[in-house]
């Protein structure tokens, strides 16, 4: 069996970082607490990497290109109720692999020009791509909603992913936060928009819930 290859020096700087953000909060990192977990000196540390900060730009700019491709309006055919739902998920297996963006989003944005402007071009994106699927669900008259409706669910939707994981946080800071959440925070999500659906689409969504609550996927 061929072996594979081994991993450079830069990419576990990266995987071991996010690790470490992740579990324990990335204002509790250091670079001497990532290079001690990996075991190399800190200055191999700093050959690949200047600063901290350096190496969460990199773990973003990976973050950023993801979500923006998870960001793409469905082409080429009207949208429907489980692109809402499939959108939700994916947004929050994205927040979920690099949680500590979201976990102590304030923090970083307060101090890193970068993230600050890069992360509100993200958030107009969510709700932009938000707002047109579910404009395209009042074309099939799944959703009964106004212009004006639309727009604030979508800026609710964004909001409500955006903080949900340090609402999780807050709620029970002692418990470690687990993969429920992600279907919490879809659930939470897609309850926001079931008010808006009508028919055949509202009877789907009541049933997907429960299943997906149930199964935690």
Request: proline letters at 3%; hydrophobic letters at 40%; charged letters at 25%.
């Amino acid at each position: 069996m061929e072996k594979k290859p081994k991993r450079r020096t830069k990419e576990r700087i990266l995987e071991t970082s996010l690790v470490l953000f992740n579990d324990f909060g990335e204002p509790n990192v250091t670079t001497q607490l990532i290079s001690d977990e990996m075991g190399i000196s800190p200055g191999n540390l700093y050959y690949h990497f200047r600063s901290k900060d350096q190496i969460i730009e990199t773990l973003f700019a990976d973050f950023e290109k993801k979500i923006d491709d998870i960001l793409a309006v469905p082409a080429r055919r009207v949208p429907n109720v489980e692109d809402v739902w499939l959108l939700l998920h994916l947004i929050f297996e994205q927040i979920w692999e690099c949680r500590f963006l979201y976990r102590d989003i304030n923090e970083l944005l307060s101090r890193n020009r970068i993230l600050e402007t890069h992360f509100k071009r993200i958030i107009g994106h969510e709700v932009a791509t938000i707002a047109a699927i579910l404009q395209g669900l009042v074309a099939t008259d799944d959703i009964r909603a106004s212009t004006g409706e639309i727009q604030t669910l979508a800026v609710n939707v964004t909001v409500l992913s955006t903080y949900w994981l340090s609402f999780e946080f807050v709620r029970d800071p002692r418990r470690k936060l687990d993969g429920d959440a992600l279907a919490r925070g879809t659930f939470q999500c897609m309850a926001l928009v079931a008010p808006y659906l009508v028919g055949r689409s509202r009877e789907w969504f009541l049933a997907l819930s429960r299943e997906y609550l149930n199964t935690g996927s």
